[in-house]
């Protein structure tokens, strides 16, 4: 399994839900409303102070690795808009899951 975490710029939201719809089998994703700061700041010697933070959304999709990549493309092209700071999609590879409701564990739980 693949844990997804995309960071997108918050008016790309909608499309980039709309996008992810069209996909087959599309397992289930949260959105949470996050601030941060870009890498130009590190760049700069600067520290990001409050008023730097920028509201992002973010995504988070745990998929089978075999949906990975089709997720991956369809978040990267709803997003993009050329500009700095479209956003970053971070892949980690998942060991386990378990159902809360049913105690089931394995890899097959998405």
């Known amino acids: 399994m693949k844990e997804i975490k995309a960071y997108i710029k918050e008016h790309k939201l909608d499309a980039v839900v709309l996008a992810l719809h069209k996909l087959e089998e599309l397992p289930g994703f949260s959105v ?23 509201k992002h959304a973010k ?10 990549e089709a997720i991956i493309s369809v978040i990267e092209q709803a997003a993009h808009t050329g500009l700095r700071g479209d956003g970053k999609i971070y892949v980690s590879s998942i060991d386990q899951a378990v159902s809360i409701q049913t105690g089931e564990r394995g890899v097959h739980i998405v």
């Open 32 to 54: 949470v409303e996050v601030r941060g700061c870009g890498s130009q700041h590190i760049e700069e010697g600067k520290m990001c102070q409050m008023e730097d933070l920028v």
């Open 59 to 68: 995504i988070e999709i745990v998929c089978k690795d075999e949906q990975a």
